[in-house]
Nanobody, 132 residues
């Protein structure tokens, strides 16, 4: 059984940084793509960042245009954990952040997808609130 457990959210001020973590269990971590999505109150869930399955060259990443330059996704295969480093937080970053795992059609070394439908397993989410 796959489990994804997010942590690291909280109440912060604009300009602060946070690192979200997602610990995965129940499946071979290296063969999966991992993504972060977020959902603000009254809005649809949106893609934030993803990191693909690893090959000899490493893992490729994809970012939403709105977060490029401020968000960095990474993964630690020894810890079966994916991270989302968020810098220079803005009030509009306030949302519940979800970790997700894609297990189908994953090609090592390829750019991961951004569509929620492409992700099979989801965590419960961690709240990030940014005050101005």
């Amino acid at each position: 059984q796959v489990q994804l457990i997010e942590s690291g959210g909280g109440l912060v001020q604009a300009g602060d940084s946070l690192r979200l973590s997602c610990a995965a269990s129940g499946r071979t971590f290296s063969n999966t793509a991992m993504g972060w999505f977020r959902q603000a109150p009254g809005k649809e869930r949106e893609f934030v960042a993803a990191i693909g399955a690893i090959n000899w060259a490493g893992s490729r990443t994809r970012y939403a245009d709105s977060v490029k330059g401020r968000f960095t996704i990474s993964r630690d295969h020894a810890k079966n954990t994916v991270y989302l480093q968020i810098n220079t937080l803005k009030p509009e970053d306030t949302a519940v952040y979800y970790c997700a795992q894609s297990t189908s059609g994953v090609v090592p070394g390829s750019v991961p997808g951004s569509a929620p439908a492409g992700y099979t397993y989801w965590g419960q989410g961690t709240q990030v609130t940014v005050s101005s």
